[in-house]
């Protein structure tokens, strides 16, 4: 099954050759006129002057010689040769009601499923989870998710960073605060403790204090070089208080994304690269492309058609620690000989999009993985209303934890506002809703605009009721699925769809059978903006059609059930676009 518009662009293409032009000029869209058409086609013009034809000619000849002609309610040249296409009811209903049958509601999966590795999250241990990694969450996830939808294999990976100096700033802070504790101690031989001697909180105070220390005082620097670089090469002490560190820090992160209802196949980190790290950096030296440049080993990435300068990857540092570009490039190893991923979509801020260039190009020319599509799904920032990046009241960056809270205040806030006429919410039914409410908020207005763009945060606007927002979303769900409770208590089942007569129907008919554009344009531009605005445009056709047809009221049986239908299709269509988003509807509000 295909959406309408490829279904008519194949009509068209077969005409165009038949007609000895290219195919290609046989695109057909949705009108930007729905005064004149519901679809257009616009290639006989081009199609035309590769012919040396006359525009209006060859558009008259491709309408004589289109095949189908049964499908279409009318057809007319428009101006130097447009055409504008309407479909007959009979066939709009017919297609449909396929969408309706079909477990898929219409989409096809990838001919080739590839293995892919989505990278997203990229919290750090022992920092606090910040502004910056609320988006990768929500992008990653919905990206994930389409992508599991179109049928490939595909896995999450957050990618903890917790392998680089941070870690052996840490590590020596609190040898200065507790030097007797036995990862310190050269001649320990039992088992470390198993209890951690920090818990988050500590790490959020004690990761600041060390890095100031480190700018201030040389000494303490060049330690927590050493301990990093110890810690990179097995140093058993460091190593277990290292992994207390990870262990608080994940079961913080689980806490933020349990809200957040996001979970990963694999919580691997940058210290998991550790052991193709070596192996590596022997390969690029033995095959030519490391080099010690300045006491660091470097890799050189320029590429003849670079305009601007392209700086050296540095590999190993002059104090022998690897950076951020070597565990990236050995995780690619990693995932490469794990997880055979044929297809690595990273959802990092967008201004690491120079780390990545470097990263791939080194991937790419190196034999490291010549053959593995890399791209950097590059995001924006959360901006407050001056247009900068979003501070708190006190001036300081928002952490991810603060911007839940203001989203599910608000939440609350609207939730106390609502009433059902069915059954009263008991006050917990309501804190499920404002829940939900909260998290469809942040959520929805996170992925509406493409993921490159910044944007302004303003819960107000967000968590409104009305406009192109979550809670408007779940607001139109529910009404679908109470309309659908309620028919059910009248006895009432959905039978065939019917044949559209009135235009709402009709607009909402065509909004259905947009479906597979829609999505196909979310995966192959990895940008879940266009499932927000299939979801805000299938929600408002629906909208308006309840408006004028009274589904519960309606005398004639056949359309009253077959409107039922239609609902319930709207339903499926919206909870299916939710469910890609990550965004749950509850039963009622
Ligand atoms: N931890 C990094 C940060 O906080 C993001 C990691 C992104 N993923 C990657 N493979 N580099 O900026």
Redesign the pocket.
């Known amino acids: 099954m295909a959406s309408l518009t490829q279904y008519l662009t194949q009509l068209f293409q077969q005409t165009l050759t038949e007609l000895g032009a290219d195919p290609s000029y046989g695109q057909v869209i949705p009108s930007n006129r729905p005064d004149l058409g519901q679809f257009q086609a616009n290639g006989a013009l081009a199609a035309a002057k590769s012919l040396k034809r006359n525009p209006r000619e060859l558009a008259q000849a491709i309408l004589d010689t289109l095949p189908q002609k049964e499908i279409f309610a009318d057809l007319s040249i428009a101006g130097p040769g447009f055409i504008n296409i309407r479909l007959t009811d009979q066939f709009l209903r017919q297609q449909t009601q396929h969408v309706h049958d079909d477990i898929r509601l219409g989409l096809k999966k990838v001919a080739r499923p590839r293995n892919v590795l989505v990278?997203?999250?990229?919290?750090?241990v022992a920092?606090v989870l910040h502004a910056?990694?609320l988006r990768?969450t929500i992008i990653g996830e919905a990206i994930r998710r389409t992508f599991v939808h179109a049928g490939d294999h595909v896995l999450g990976d957050v990618?903890?960073?917790d392998w680089g100096l941070q870690m052996g700033q840490l590590i020596e802070e609190i040898r200065l605060r507790q030097p007797d504790l036995p990862y310190f101690d050269p001649g320990h031989t039992s088992p470390y403790p198993d209890d951690s001697p920090v818990t988050m909180d500590d790490l959020l105070t004690l990761y600041p204090q060390a890095s100031a220390r480190a700018k201030e005082d040389e000494a303490f620097a060049a330690a927590a070089r050493q301990a990093t670089y110890d810690l990179q090469h097995n140093h058993p002490g460091y190593r277990a208080l290292w992994q207390h560190f990870v262990n608080v820090s994940i079961r913080d992160i689980k806490r933020h994304l349990a809200l957040l209802e996001t979970e990963f196949d694999y919580w691997l980190g940058?210290s998991d690269a550790e052991p193709y790290l070596l192996p590596m950096i022997e390969q690029l030296k033995r095959d030519g492309f490391a080099y010690e440049s300045q006491g660091a080993l470097v890799m050189d990435v320029t590429d003849p058609s670079d305009k601007k300068e392209m700086p050296p990857l540095i590999l190993v540092k002059r104090d022998g620690a690897v950076l951020?570009g070597t565990?990236?490039l050995a995780?690619i190893a990693m995932r490469v000989e794990k997880f055979n991923s044929e297809f690595i979509i990273?959802?990092?801020?967008i201004r690491?999009a120079m780390?990545?260039k470097q990263?791939f190009r080194a991937a790419h020319k190196s034999g490291i993985a010549p053959h593995v599509e890399l791209e950097h799904a590059g995001f924006g920032t959360i901006n407050g209303p001056d247009g900068r990046p979003f501070k708190s009241r006190s001036g300081e960056n928002v952490t991810l934890g603060e911007i839940l809270q203001m989203a599910l205040e608000k939440a609350a806030e609207r939730v106390a506002e609502i009433d059902n006429e069915e059954a009263p919410y008991t006050p917990e039914e309501r804190a499920t809703i404002a829940r939900y409410v909260g998290m469809a908020t942040i959520k929805f207005a996170d992925l509406m605009n493409h993921r490159s763009s910044d944007y302004i945060l303003d819960m107000e606007r967000f968590s409104a009721f009305e406009g192109k927002t979550g809670p408007y979303l779940l607001y139109s769900t529910v009404r679908a699925k109470s309309i659908l409770r309620k028919a059910a208590a009248a006895n009432l089942t959905p039978g065939p769809i019917v044949t559209p007569t009135t235009d709402v129907e009709r607009e909402l008919l065509l909004k259905l059978g947009e479906w597979p554009d829609m999505f196909w344009q979310a995966y192959h531009e990895r940008a879940p903006n266009h499932l927000c605005e299939y979801a805000y445009l299938v929600a408002t056709a629906f909208n308006r059609f309840y408006r004028e047809c009274h589904i519960l009221r309606e005398p004639d049986p056949a359309r009253q059930t077959g409107w039922l239908a239609l609902t319930d299709l709207t339903r499926r269509m919206l909870e299916q676009v939710m469910t890609l988003l990550n965004i749950t509807i509850p039963e009622r509000m």
């Open positions: 990278d997203y999250g990229g919290y750090n920092k910056g990694h990768p990618h903890l960073g940058e951020y565990t990236d995780t990273y959802v990092v801020d690491q780390h990545f990263v």
